[in-house]
């Protein structure tokens, strides 16, 4: 009787594993096209990723950021006004209003004047000249790698 349960147990075993095997390779079937989808989502990401870091680039481009310009002005007017007052002071470059495309503070206050991003597409001149300015600095806006 004791061969016949351990014959009975045997086979219930082997039969068990036989399913068992037989839903993991289901189930290893059904997330084929899903492990598919995830290779191309992600291939699709890095995609989207490389693109959205030349484009950021690109808006970069003739951007020039100014360090060292003290918070007194009033308005975005007036710190556009105190701005190009700087640049024909300090560069003898003129500039004028409609050259600047956008004109803005960034990061948090120092003390000594946060930076500004400058937009503009003449920056060559102000970057030929930058060592002019005599209590500020100014740098391209370069952006780093993802």
Known sequence: MDKDLQLLFDQIKLEMSKQTKDIIAQMDEKLIPLKQQLQEMRVENETLKEKL??????????????????????????????????????????????????????????????????????????MKNKKKFKDAYASEDYLLCP
């Open 53 to 126: 870091y030349y484009l950021e680039k690109h808006r970069r481009a003739n951007n020039i950021i100014l360090y060292g310009i003290k918070e007194s002005e009033k308005s975005p007017v007036n710190l556009m006004e105190i701005v190009i007052k700087k640049i024909k002071e300090e560069l003898n470059i003129t500039v004028e209003g409609r050259d600047i495309n956008s004109l803005y503070r960034i990061g948090k206050w120092h003390g000594n004047g946060n930076g500004m991003a400058l937009v503009n597409n003449w920056m060559i001149d102000i």
